[in-house]
């Protein structure tokens, strides 16, 4: 079974960063549209950003704009969400999701959970004083 493998979590401080990585020795990831997204507890889980496969267009919530960047790295098949200025509310589990269906309409589909085909496990970043 394909799985991907998210890290980079832990604790950090309001104002501060992480740089969280997505891997898999299963599948080649530039074929894929990479998103991330974040469950906080209560909460449904959510869009954080996403690169396409084919143009690797960025997409990002408008909550996490300006402070998270998206980038690939093919050759070490991994995909990174780097996260600056750092906040109480982007305390969640991370995850990181492949989709073989992107297309025209990624821009307004990208954040829909039910696009995407293979899922990791998470990985907890919590950001507390």
């Known amino acids: 079974q394909v799985q991907l493998v998210e890290s980079g979590g832990g604790l950090v401080q309001p104002g501060g960063s992480l740089r969280l990585s997505c891997a898999t020795s299963?599948?080649?990831?530039?074929?894929?549209?990479i998103g991330w997204f974040r469950q906080a507890p209560g909460k449904e889980r959510e869009g954080v950003s996403c690169?396409?496969?084919?143009?690797?267009?960025?997409y990002y919530a408008d909550s996490v704009k300006g402070r998270f960047t998206i980038s690939r790295d093919n050759a070490k098949n991994t995909v990174y969400l780097q996260m600056n200025s750092l906040k109480p509310e982007d305390t969640a589990v991370y995850y990181c999701?492949?989709?073989?269906?992107?297309?025209?309409?990624?821009?307004?589909?990208?954040?829909?959970?039910?696009?995407?085909?293979?899922w990791g496990q998470g990985t907890q970043v919590t950001v507390s004083s």
């Open positions: 999701a492949a989709s073989i269906e992107y297309g025209n309409n990624w821009p307004g589909v990208w954040a829909n959970t039910y696009e995407y085909d293979y």
């Open positions: 299963r599948l080649t990831l530039d074929y894929y549209a």
């Open positions: 690169v396409g496969s084919s143009d690797a267009s960025t």
